[in-house]
């Protein structure tokens, strides 16, 4: 069974097609980039497979189901989408403890997941004091507070400085090494040439291409590529 599937997607807001006709797998147990200038619809087909967007048509799916149809969804599929999701007010720690016990997970977890992206010295300060980096990093750990099979990330390196974006290479190779299917969307090209096994790149709402990486630069950079078949870059 493949871990995600987009079957004939389209999604329009209005007359405009943000995806349109999409379809796209990704296999288990894998990283997929999934890239795209801006406005390709990256972040509208990531929101139509976790449910916050409703499909004009077509489908997709994650291991299986539409997203709110798992059970438990969040001990099956983690989910980094945007980092302003957390309580200003509360610690990096509290925060989590609160998504912890929705999920009936314990407070040990919550120091694993806080160890794991190095956030375990800033668990007592307030969200609100955070920097775009760190509010990333607790979006990771949130993600994957419930050991989920699946890890959908859209653009995870947004706010990380060098030092930052190399960490997230070994954070999402470690997640690959323990078998979690990755589906991650960057703008960071050269990171995702050493991070990715396979590639979709979707353009204007459309499949563009999809393979390995192998396939897909055919003995260029990942970049080289990806300005080739978009016919242009990621402005």
Known sequence: ??????????????KFPAVN?????VKPGRVTGFLGP??????????????????????ARVLGKRYPQLKNPSTRVGVVLD?????????GYQNL????SMAGLGGQRVEEVLAQVELS??????????????KQRLSLAAAILGNPEVLILDEPANGLDP??????????SAQAAAGT???????QLAELQNTVDDVIIIDHGQLIAAGTLEDITAGQSLEQAFLRLTQGGLS
């Open 1 to 14: 069974m493949v871990a995600i599937v987009f079957r004939d997607l389209t999604k329009t807001y209005g």
């Open 83 to 91: 980092s302003r999701g957390f309580h200003p007010g509360l610690t």
């Open 121 to 134: 010295d800033a668990r007592n300060k307030r969200v609100k004091g955070y920097s775009l980096g760190m």
């Open 181 to 187: 299917t990755v589906l991650v969307s960057s703008h």
């Open 21 to 25: 006709n999409f379809s796209a797998e």
């Open 97 to 100: 403890r609160v998504l912890a």
């Open 38 to 59: 801006n406005g390709a619809g990256k972040s509208t087909a990531l929101r139509c497979l976790v449910g916050l967007a409703k499909p004009t048509s077509g489908k």
């Open 163 to 172: 030092a930052g974006i190399a960490w997230l290479r070994g954070f999402i």
